[in-house]
């Protein structure tokens, strides 16, 4: 896999698993930040609004470096655990994964519990497609109109397309690029005499 590659869910996906009476509903969400989740755990909580439990977990960012799970008062590392491994296990990111239980009123042990969660949380995962993306570093470049020619030479031959671009006396333009081809790029321009090239912000 490339490092700027990473995979999201193009579509919801559900997951149910039952034992001994207990139900376990699983629910995929695409998020793309912290509040995102919440908002989607808080809507699960409404929508199953007399269940006992709604374990969770959530993973956001390309860097995977944001990242939770709630057990929701079932034991420790039992529910939160074990789904949001689940979500590492598919190698996925921009996710949380609720999983609501109604209790069966037979008690499922610690063992009953991880394999309940974690086979609804998987069942759900499995159920959505899963789309690729990259990671893209977006640029600007600043030149005179004199190096209209040498700028677009090089943007033709890295298949760039321009964006928000002002062309007068003194020409502007951002382009974007994956994160694998920034430096090569960066450094074409920057060779490029009289054309100031910026780092803006990655996407």
Same mark, same amino acid.
Request: charged share 25%; aromatic share 12%; hydrophobic share 35%.
């Given at each position: 896999?490339?490092?700027?590659?990473?995979?999201?869910?193009?579509?919801?996906?559900?997951?149910?698993?039952?034992?001994?009476?207990?139900?376990?509903?699983?629910?995929?969400?695409?998020?793309?930040?912290?509040?995102? &989740?919440?908002?989607?755990? &808080?809507?699960?909580?409404?929508?199953?609004?007399?269940?006992?439990?709604?374990?969770?977990?959530?993973?956001?960012?390309?860097?995977?470096?944001?990242?939770?799970?709630?057990? +929701?008062?079932?034991?420790?590392?039992?529910?939160?655990?074990?789904?949001?491994?689940?979500?590492?296990?598919? +190698?996925?990111?921009?996710?949380?994964?609720?999983?609501?239980?109604?209790?069966?009123?037979?008690?499922?042990?610690?063992?009953?519990?991880?394999?309940?969660?974690?086979? &609804?949380?998987?069942?759900?995962?499995?159920?959505?497609?899963?789309?690729?993306?990259?990671?893209?570093?977006?640029?600007?470049?600043?030149?005179?109109?004199?190096?209209?020619?040498?700028?677009?030479?090089?943007?033709?031959?890295?298949?760039?397309?321009?964006?928000?671009?002002?062309?007068?006396?003194?020409?502007?333009?951002?382009?974007?690029?994956?994160?694998?081809? &920034?430096?090569?790029?960066?450094?074409?321009?920057?060779?490029?005499?009289?054309?100031?090239?910026?780092?803006?912000?990655?996407?």
């Amino acid at each position: 896999m490339n490092d700027d590659t990473y995979y999201m869910l193009a579509t919801r996906g559900e997951g149910l698993y039952k034992e001994k009476g207990s139900k376990f509903i699983a629910e995929t969400f695409t998020v793309m930040n912290e509040d995102e &989740a919440k908002a989607a755990v &808080a809507s699960v909580k409404k929508n199953y609004f007399d269940a006992r439990h709604h374990c969770y977990a959530y993973m956001i960012g390309p860097d995977k470096k944001t990242f939770r799970s709630s057990d +929701d008062g079932e034991p420790s590392g039992t529910a939160g655990k074990p789904i949001l491994n689940q979500i590492l296990s598919k +190698d996925v990111t921009n996710v949380c994964v609720v999983v609501t239980r109604y209790f069966g009123g037979i008690k499922l042990g610690t063992s009953g519990l991880i394999n309940a969660y974690k086979t &609804a949380a998987r069942d759900a995962l499995d159920n959505a497609q899963v789309v690729g993306k990259t990671i893209n570093e977006i640029y600007s470049l600043e030149f005179e109109y004199p190096l209209m020619n040498e700028v677009m030479r090089v943007m033709k031959e890295e298949g760039l397309e321009q964006q928000n671009q002002r062309f007068e006396l003194d020409c502007y333009l951002e382009f974007s690029t994956r994160k694998n081809s &920034a430096s090569r790029i960066f450094e074409k321009f920057s060779n490029l005499f009289g054309v100031k090239i910026t780092y803006l912000k990655t996407v």
